[in-house]
T-cell receptor, first 117, second 114 residues
């Protein structure tokens, strides 16, 4: 079964508008962390934002915020005021558990975001 | 400071050959990870080092793949008897300490097996 699902293979957004990239996850572990990474055409994975399963508030980092709905097991990324440089692949990832061994760190299939001028 | 670096950036080899891919993590980072990313997919975990030891190698697909980190810094991913299906981008990431930390990725090595 897929641990991380990203149902939008591709998304378009107009420059300066907000966009939401969907991510749902599957785990039975009560302790987990959720990450979003951006991968531009250069190939490097850039960390954007992190949400812990016990965090009470939704994570925010500048123009990025994470809409964490624990009961629905979703962790959508919201990008406000899109810029042309936001065009890239976006990956949702999950780490299960907090022990140093025997964890899983899995990535979703990604969403390609294109920002239109 | 310098980020994670990987060499070579591109590697083309023939089926059956041996290849080594190198990763230089961020200075001071004790945790190091290798991933493989096939075209159009997300990264797939291969192996995780804490210091010099491989704490989790459950993602290595078979015994043709091996990785070392002898001094707890630079790591080398070694692939024996390469197959065309090994063609992918191999990503390395490091984090400050425990596996719970955010991982910082290098630019990857694109391996093409002809």
């Amino acid at each position: 079964a897929q641990k991380i699902t990203q149902t939008q293979p591709g998304m378009f957004v107009q420059e300066k508008e907000a966009v939401t990239l969907d991510c749902t996850y599957d785990t039975s572990d009560p302790s987990y962390g959720l990450f979003w990474y951006k991968q531009p055409s250069s190939g490097e994975m850039i960390f954007l934002i992190y949400q812990g399963s016990y965090d009470q508030q939704n994570a925010t980092e500048g123009r990025y915020s994470l809409n964490f709905q624990k009961a629905r097991k979703s962790a959508n990324l919201v990008i406000s005021a899109s810029q042309l440089g936001d065009s890239a692949m976006y990956f949702c990832a999950m780490r299960e558990g907090y022990s140093d061994y025997g964890q899983n760190f899995v990535f979703g299939p990604g969403t390609r975001l294109s920002v239109l001028p | 400071g310098a980020g994670v670096s990987q060499t070579p950036s591109n590697k083309v080899t023939e089926k059956g050959k041996y290849v080594e891919l190198r990763c230089d993590p961020i200075s001071g980072h004790t945790a190091l990870y290798w991933y493989r990313q096939s075209l159009g997919q997300g990264p797939e975990f291969l192996i995780y080092f804490q210091g010099t030891g491989a704490a989790d190698d459950s993602g290595l697909p078979n015994d043709r793949f091996f990785a070392v980190r002898p001094e707890g810094s630079v790591s080398t991913l070694k692939i024996q008897r390469t197959e065309r299906g090994d063609s992918a981008v191999y990503l390395c990431a490091s984090s400050p300490g425990q596996r719970t930390d955010t991982q910082y990725f290098g630019p990857g090595t694109r391996l093409t097996v002809l």
